[in-house]
């Protein structure tokens, strides 16, 4: 049990549309972090939330957007689906923005067609 | 930017092997590094992490690495390798300029022929 829990685990979409991806945190966790791992590559950062607010971000553009509610959890939206936006994104989750323990979940397998 | 190398993509080693996954990074300042492991199905695990003090540093499973400054180096090793060691390892790092963003390599397949 990986403790931070990503919905769904697969999806498909099409061009053009868009996309809603979630993340709960693992338990006494405040802060998430969201990857998109492209098929053979290493996971790149998107980027982080912290108090509800985005705190750092990678090299990412517009149509990749974010949320953090009270809770802590979290979402993921991309607009505009491209086929290239297929990937594993990966939440990971972590106590503060300077403590490196983090923890991440299994992932979200979306595909664009 | 910083970036992370790893020059194995795929690895395939017997029992009782011994491992060595190369992992290079560029940046000039203080880094922190890590490596991750990604077993079949499963989520990214840590392995191991450094952030200071002895390079040599000890991880789960038997795992070791160290850290090389003069080479930007951050190799991971194990004396003698199993079958359940078959996974995808991840190299990643932290750079001082990069808050705590994890900057990940392109990974290594590893494969354990029983």
């Known amino acids: 049990d990986a403790g931070v829990t990503q919905s769904p685990t697969h999806l498909i979409k099409t061009r053009g549309q868009q996309v809603t991806l979630r993340c709960s945190p693992k338990?006494?966790?405040?802060?998430v972090s969201w990857y998109q791992q492209a098929l053979g590559q290493g996971p790149q950062f998107i980027f982080q939330y912290y108090e509800e607010e985005e705190r750092q971000r990678g090299n990412f553009p517009d149509r990749f957007s974010g949320h953090q509610f009270p809770n802590y959890s979290s979402e993921l939206n991309v607009n505009a689906l491209l086929l290239g936006d297929s990937a594993l994104y990966l939440c990971?989750?972590?106590?503060?923005?300077?403590?490196?323990?983090?923890?991440f979940g299994s992932g979200t397998r979306l595909t664009v067609v | 930017a910083q970036s992370v190398s790893q020059h194995n993509h795929h690895v395939i080693l017997s029992e009782a092997a011994s491992l060595e996954l190369g992992c290079n990074y560029s940046?000039?300042?203080?880094?922190?590094l890590f490596w991750y492991v990604q077993y079949p199905g499963q989520h990214l695990q840590l392995l191991l992490k450094?952030?200071?003090?002895?390079?040599l540093v000890k991880g789960i499973k038997g795992f070791e690495a160290e850290f090389i400054k003069s080479k930007f180096s951050f190799n991971l090793r194990k004396p003698s390798v199993q079958w359940s060691d078959t996974a995808e390892y991840f190299c990643?790092?932290?750079?001082?300029?990069?808050?705590?963003?994890?900057?990940f390599g392109g990974g290594t397949r590893l494969m354990v022929k029983p």
């Open positions: 338990s006494g966790h405040d802060t």
């Open positions: 990971a989750s972590s106590f503060g923005v300077d403590h490196y323990g983090y923890t």
């Open positions: 990643a790092v932290i750079t001082g300029n990069a808050g705590n963003m994890l900057t």
């Open positions: 940046y000039g300042g203080t880094v922190n």
């Open positions: 450094y952030f200071s003090g002895d390079p």
